[in-house]
């Protein structure tokens, strides 16, 4: 049975820092892109980040560009998002997916996704 499962989610004040993780099973996680994709309330769901398979290449959205990092550990079947200086923008629910072949901008062009972990940043 295939499951992504995330975590590391919560509640921060602007400026902090969290870990979401992304933990795969049931298929051949090393061999798969991962990425990362939020919804904020009201609004329509974007890509964040996005790590490939082969040579590790990484792709961010131009709003968290310098401020999130994607890094994987294939040994664990664990993809992380470490996200610093968060914005109350940033919050939202984060989901985390997986390719077979690449990674994409968009939610249909994955073949698995998670069910979301919450992200709150707030004074």
């Known amino acids: 049975q295939v499951q992504l499962v995330e975590s590391g989610g919560g509640s921060v004040q602007p400026g902090g820092s969290l870990r979401l993780s992304c933990t795969g099973s049931?298929?051949?996680?090393?061999?798969?892109?991962i990425g990362w994709f939020r919804q904020a309330p009201g609004k329509e769901r974007e890509e964040v980040s996005c790590?490939?398979?082969?040579?590790?290449?990484?792709f961010y959205a131009d709003s968290v560009k310098g401020r999130f990092i994607i890094s994987r550990d294939n040994a664990k079947n664990t993809v992380y998002l470490q996200m610093d200086s968060l914005k109350p923008d940033d919050t939202a629910v984060y989901y985390c997916t997986a390719s077979n072949y690449q990674c994409y901008s968009v939610w249909e062009g994955y073949d698995f996704w998670g069910q979301g972990t919450q992200v709150t940043v707030s004074s």
């Open positions: 049931g298929f051949r996680f090393g061999t798969y892109a």
């Open positions: 790590i490939t398979a082969g040579d590790r290449s990484t």
